[in-house]
């Protein structure tokens, strides 16, 4: 068994993790960042993915790299770990119906409510107790879908049509449009900017670099509010016009070490 993972926040990664090390000690969580994933996927038939929900679908960087390799995934059974702030729908089923596609089997998908990673919306964030809350809940439901899977029960949550429904008229129909393409909105405020150059060394896209001394946002920013959620001088936006409250996943675990 292997896990595959994209998260711009922690979230999806500290899932597969925590999944993993309850499930297959021996399993590793690789990102899809990471080189050589190739051979590795080659090596294993089983396979964990794990990401965060963008309106009720696949964020475009997952969604390349999926029909990238897509001669990769015939045979596979694949477990999906969807995370998302508040509701999905069919987040597990939007990845699996994408691997089917590639000949996959679907074996069982998982929904975690964890804290949202948009944090230059005032509207989405919660108080430090609810999101350390959330973390812990969604803890325990991946002790119980790993105890379910254990005893050959994989949860099926975001697999089948009622699922696809809720996903689709509940999101995908409004807002789907929004992952179809890499954006050029993200907005860097150069009065805060310190320039330490953090957001350049961890956009997973490579779509922000120094020029003339700034740092410039080009338009392969696949929203996964990695830079927004560490930039020290909180000079990054994106949906939002302020950073309203950085969520990183850390934050969550050892309530004293970011306060
Ligand atoms: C652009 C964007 C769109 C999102 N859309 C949804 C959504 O449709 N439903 C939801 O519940 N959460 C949504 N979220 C929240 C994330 O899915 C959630 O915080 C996720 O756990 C972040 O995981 P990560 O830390 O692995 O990136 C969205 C986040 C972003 C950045
Ligand atoms: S992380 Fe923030 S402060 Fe640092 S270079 Fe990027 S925008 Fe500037
Ligand atoms: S620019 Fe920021 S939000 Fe966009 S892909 Fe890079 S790290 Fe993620």
């Known amino acids: 068994m292997i896990g595959i993972y994209f998260s711009g926040t922690g979230n999806s ?33 089983e396979i964990v993915f794990s990401y965060p929900v963008q309106y009720s679908t696949v964020p475009k960087i997952l969604r390349d790299f999926v029909i990238k390799n897509s001669t990769l995934w015939g045979g596979k059974k694949v ?20 691997l089917q596609k590639y000949g996959a089997e679907v074996i069982g998908g998982l929904h975690l409510k964890m804290p949202d990673s948009i944090c230059d919306e005032k509207v989405l964030k919660r108080p430090l107790e609810k999101n350390i809350e959330s973390v812990k809940n969604a803890e325990n439901k991946i002790e119980k879908a790993v105890e379910s899977m254990k005893n050959g029960n994989p949860p099926m949550e975001g697999i089948g049509w009622i699922y696809r429904m809720a996903g689709f ?16 909105k993200l907005k860097i405020n150069t009065q805060k900017c310190i320039g330490c150059g953090k957001c350049t060394k961890i956009c997973p896209m490579n779509n922000i ?18 830079c927004v959620n560490h930039c020290p001088a ?16 850390e934050k969550y675990l050892n309530e004293d070490a970011c306060r």
């Open 209 to 226: 670099a120094c020029v003339d001394g700034k740092m410039v946002s080009g338009d392969k920013c696949t929203m996964c509010y990695r």
């Open 13 to 45: 990664r500290y899932a597969l993790e925590t999944f993993l090390q309850m499930y297959d000690v021996e399993a590793k969580a690789l990102s899809i960042e990471e080189e050589g994933m190739t051979e590795k996927i080659k090596e294993h038939e």
């Open 234 to 249: 909180q000079a990054i936006t994106l949906l939002g016009k302020e950073v309203v409250e950085q969520t990183l996943i």
């Open 79 to 98: 477990f999906i770990i969807a995370t998302m702030g508040m509701f999905s729908g069919d987040g597990a089923g939007v990845l699996g119906r994408l």
């Open 169 to 184: 008229f509940g999101q995908r129909f409004y807002f789907g449009h929004k992952t179809k393409n890499y954006t050029d």
